[in-house]
């Protein structure tokens, strides 16, 4: 007696042995062969054969003991042992047998407590919990389909039992199915103890009743894995959600075919994805089944395979359709499909894959933003003051784009082309992306010079360049405040957006947008900056004809007359440093900055690399530098003691391909 009707006896015989009269209910017949050979000690069985009028008869003598309210009658004795077993449901009966359910109890499918509840599905789900527990939900939804009888779960519980008991779990140390079938696929430390105990037998067995994987004609272990492979991975691919294309073509391989299989493979696949210590052994098998099934020249539909993870080919070739999808005119498709593959299986075996999703993710931000930036930078009235709100703030600040493209720049700068036409897409989609952030950039430039010069240079409602040092350094000194004051030479907004993003967790910290004075050129900005610029500044004429900027009695052609301008303009005690001076402080300079009632600090390695350097590749890096000493600077400052601090810049730049001159300078 297999497993499930061992379950099923030992139910009706405690309720039996409990209640004394026990009448079953089997609307489907599913029990019919097994009540005929049921047999329980000292328990009379009485079968329903064609009439109720019969089977009241048969039990005529176990209806003495009931009483007219159907109870048992008094003095205490239980009715004799007797199993009524009736091929139909109770509801059908129009309560022939009302005494009998009365005075003893109803077994039937659905009944509660579990324990007499005799549907199948039910007796199956805790046999096979014990037995083969991630077989459970298949057995399951067999049973509910119809698929299996009582005698076949009894004859798959007895097979499932006899390998349990023998050589797979010694081998493998366990006989569940996944884990069985994952370590066999994976590693061949298994083959020699499988061979040797001639154990390949009940492993296909195992793998065929859990996987619907058949071996033919494979004598050994190697062999038995090298398609056991081929069987999960192409799995995988073929039985995805999608269909059409080349995938049809590997219809004729050995395939999981049931749902339940299918579910199974794919948690197989996954689960040696993840496992690092299998990682090696996965990329191996992937290789190897993507060769021999010359998957590099098939076609796959894109929804086919954009969920999968099955094999490298697939990302290569889910890339490409990325890059024309661009090119085609759909970014938000394509911005949709790099959101979900970026952080992908293959994206963190191959830095090359990632970079390139984080590339086409960014080039779809771009296009996207940059159509929506020209349409808005249309139709917005001529006031420059809107114009730095739309650049500034807002759910889709324009300044974004300009930190797409700096970052789409580096990233490229980054990425190692490889020569012939691998890459011939992305390279055009290279020229698209730098085609739409300078029409975008041109538009947004003459549409705000427009608006400036309709406001006749004057923009309200924004931080002048000459108020920062009143407004915004003297108030903290003449508070007490111990204070640092950056300068940064061409840091701009977005940039410092970035500085700000990398601060916020540590520091109550904001960004304000400030404009420039003109003209927008290094020794104007600075000057703007200092001390007494609130008072005005103006240009001033030098010996040799060149023009300097004069604020109050000073004249500032350089850092150096900066910085003493600077000094002379306060009682505090300036210590003036370098960014790069900041970046591992000596003992000595660390104290200086506690002694200190003022640290002013200035950077130019963002405006001298971009005009000096011709590597553009190595500008791009030299920004994130200088923004990454910015924040270190910055920490180190306040771990020493500074309260306060003021980042300020001169001027901003842009920094793209082929920009006319007339746009060399927006600020």
């Not at 003449?478 to 950056?486: N, R, V």
């Not at 300097?548 to 150096?560: E, K, P, W």
């Not at 003992?587 to 971009?610: C, H, M, N, W």
Request: charged share 30%; glycine share 8%.
């Amino acid at each position: 007696m297999g497993k499930v009707s061992e379950l099923l006896r030992s139910l009706i015989e405690k309720q039996v042995n409990g209640r004394g009269i026990v009448v079953w209910y089997d609307p489907e017949g599913v029990y019919r062969g097994f009540a005929h050979t049921l047999s329980l000690p000292e328990t009379q069985k009485v079968l329903w054969k064609d009439s109720f009028f019969r089977l009241r008869n048969e039990v005529e003598h176990a209806l003495e003991f009931i009483d007219e309210q159907n109870r048992p009658a008094p003095g205490g004795e239980v009715p004799p042992k007797a199993l009524i077993y009736v091929p139909m449901a109770g509801e059908d009966t129009q309560h022939a047998l009302v005494e009998l359910e009365t005075a003893g109890t109803v077994m039937e499918p659905g009944a509660n407590p579990w324990q007499r509840n005799t549907r199948l599905r039910v007796l199956a789900e805790h046999v096979f919990k014990k037995i083969a527990p991630d077989q459970v939900a298949h057995v399951c939804k067999q049973v509910e389909e119809g698929y299996l009888t009582l005698e076949e779960l009894d004859d798959l519980s007895v097979e499932i039992e006899g390998i349990k008991s023998a050589t797979i779990k010694l081998v493998f140390g366990t006989a569940s199915i996944n884990d069985v079938a994952l370590g066999f696929a994976a590693s061949a430390e298994y083959d020699q103890s499988l061979e040797a105990k001639q154990a390949l037998p009940e492993l296909e067995a195992l793998l065929k009743t859990g996987l619907g994987f058949e071996a033919s004609d494979l004598s050994t272990a190697r062999d038995l894995r090298v398609a056991f492979r081929r069987f999960l991975l192409m799995g995988e691919l073929v039985c995805s959600d999608g269909k059409g294309g080349d995938l049809d073509k590997f219809s004729s391989l050995q395939l999981p075919q049931d749902a339940e299989h299918i579910e199974r493979v794919r948690e197989i696949c996954l689960a040696w994805r993840r496992r690092t210590d299998l990682r090696e052994t996965y990329l191996e098998a992937s290789r190897n089944v993507a060769q021999e099934m010359e998957l590099a020249a098939c076609a796959f539909p894109l929804e086919a395979i954009a969920g999968l993870d099955t094999f490298s080919i697939l990302e290569q070739k889910l890339i490409e359709a990325a890059e024309q999808i661009l090119l085609n005119g759909d970014p938000e498709k394509a911005l949709d499909l790099a959101h979900k593959r970026k952080a992908s299986f293959w994206s963190d075996q191959e830095p090359d894959y990632r970079i390139r999703w984080v590339l086409i993710e960014n080039g779809a931000r771009l296009l996207i933003l940059g159509k929506s930036i020209r349409e808005r930078a249309k139709k917005l009235k001529e006031d420059p003051g809107l114009f730095v709100r739309a650049y500034t703030d807002g759910e889709e600040p324009w300044y974004v784009i300009d930190k797409l493209y700096r970052h789409l720049e580096r990233q490229y700068s980054h990425f190692d082309l490889e020569l012939g036409e691998g890459h011939a897409s992305f390279e055009k989609l290279m020229v698209l992306f730098r085609q739409h952030y300078t029409e975008t950039v041109e538009i947004m430039a003459v549409r705000f010079v427009r608006a400036l010069e309709k406001a006749d240079f004057q923009l309200a409602g924004c931080l002048a360049q000459d108020q920062v040092y009143r407004e915004k350094i003297y108030p903290l000194v003449s508070g007490g405040k111990k204070t640092a004051y950056f300068l940064v030479d061409a840091l701009r907004y977005e940039l410092g957006q970035e500085l700000v993003d990398g601060l916020k967790d540590e520091f109550d910290i904001s960004l304000i947008p400030g404009a420039a004075q003109l003209p927008t050129i290094t020794s104007v900005g600075m000057a703007a900056l200092m001390p007494g610029a609130e008072n005005g500044i103006e240009l001033v004429e030098t010996a040799g004809g060149k023009l300097a900027v004069g604020v109050g009695s000073s004249t500032l052609r350089d850092r150096a007359s900066r910085i003493k301008h600077f000094q002379g303009s306060t009682d505090l005690d300036v210590l003036v440093l370098k960014l790069k001076d900041l970046i591992k402080p000596s003992p000595k300079r660390q104290q200086a900055v506690k002694a200190a009632g003022f640290v002013l600090v200035t950077s130019q390695e963002i405006d001298q690399y971009g005009e000096e350097i011709d590597d553009e590749s190595e500008a791009r890096i030299i920004m994130d530098e200088v923004l990454d000493k910015l924040r270190k600077a910055i920490r180190r400052l306040a771990a020493i003691g500074i309260e306060a601090f003021v980042v300020a810049a001169d001027h901003g730049h842009l920094f793209g391909e082929n920009v006319e001159g007339g746009m060399s300078r927006m600020r």
